[in-house]
């Protein structure tokens, strides 16, 4: 099943962050540098030489785009040379993706030539852009969309990318530095806090993130992109250590256990599974005393703000919610 386009610059929902449940500590077999040579995706770091920003993938050459997104993310534009929509989305994601300089490229995929690419990202039409992180597929969006709109959905990308410890870049074959031509949009650095709490997830050091979320809010309410990113920052802190199988497993053998209730409900959310996961604590809920009924409703508040306040799914919950309220 194809992922819903976010709305308007919001990934959130539309990321599959199980990839993130049981991460490697830093330096453990398996992590970014485990191998002593330091992290290959250290801030910085080179991920190696590519031909052009913008790169065809087909069927028979995928796996080396694979391999590449565990040190830059990958941006996958399914798309068809009949589609004006197609053309014109690729001509915006080229536009964003070399803006950024190496630290992400571009695989466009002809969804006709290649129909396996095609299924394997469930790309039911196009134009479809989907992204590799880590070697791990994440669904991003259908159809076409503003550039404004696009760059904020990238900007989600890499912040996914660093959560994951791939913040590489790469460089382009020939380049010449110092050629003369149009300067690279210089980004705008992110709010002192949000850069502390941003550098504090790529280490997976969520504890830091948490409380710089919280002074950043404190020192501004109305500060949504905190709030958001607080909320999915204390939901990787709960699953970070734990596997699926030991979650799901103690949410079967004990159903009136909130916490673990509560656990259940945010894998499933990390998984994609959004609705399953609202479903499990609004269906919880009426059968609680007051203070688990609290406890409820505040992971819901928190889960909303995860998958996107404006996101048709929250919508409906919201409404469930209220109604169970009054």
């Known amino acids: ?11 959130r ?16 077999p398996g992590a970014p540098g ?4 330091g992290p290959a995706g250290a801030p910085g770091a080179a991920a190696g030489v590519v031909p052009s920003l913008v790169l065809e993938g087909n069927d028979a050459n995928f796996t080396q785009f694979i391999e590449l997104s565990n040190s830059v993310p990958v941006v996958v534009d399914l798309r068809a ?14 536009r964003v993706v070399t803006s950024y300089a190496g630290r992400l490229v571009l695989v466009g995929i002809d969804v006709e030539a290649n129909p396996q690419l095609a299924q394997a990202f469930q790309a039911q039409s196009v134009p479809t852009v989907a992204a590799l992180v880590g070697g791990r597929p994440v669904s991003l969006f259908q159809g076409n969309y503003p550039e404004q709109e696009v760059r904020a959905v990238i900007e989600q990308v890499l912040q996914l990318a660093a959560q994951n410890g791939v913040t590489g870049t790469v460089t382009v074959d020939g380049a010449d530095a110092g050629a003369d031509g149009p300067a690279e949009p210089v980004e705008e650095p992110l709010p002192p806090h949000h850069a502390e709490a941003y550098e504090a997830i790529s280490q997976g050091d969520y504890a830091t993130a948490i409380a710089e979320y919280q002074t950043a809010i404190a020192q501004n309410p109305r500060d949504s992109l905190a709030v958001a990113g607080l ?10 250590d734990k596997s699926l199988d030991e979650i799901r497993d103690a949410a079967a053998a004990n159903p009136d256990d909130l916490d673990a209730q509560l656990l259940v409900a945010d894998l499933d959310l990390s998984g994609g599974h959004i609705d399953d996961a609202f479903d499990r604590l609004l269906t919880l809920f009426p059968k609680q005393d007051q203070a688990r009924k609290d406890l409820i409703r505040t992971r819901l508040l928190e889960l909303f703000e995860v998958v996107g306040t404006d996101d048709p799914r929250v919508a409906a919950a919201r409404r469930r919610l209220a109604g169970l309220l009054y």
């Open 1 to 11: 099943m194809s992922m819903p386009p976010p709305p308007a610059g919001n990934l």
């Open 13 to 28: 929902g539309a990321v599959d962050l199980s990839s993130l449940v049981n991460r490697p500590a830093p330096g453990a």
């Open 34 to 37: 485990a191998n002593g040579a």
């Open 231 to 240: 909320a999915q920052v204390k939901l990787l802190a709960r699953l970070q």
């Open 81 to 94: 040379e009949w589609a004006e929509q197609s053309k014109e989305l690729t001509a915006v994601l080229t």
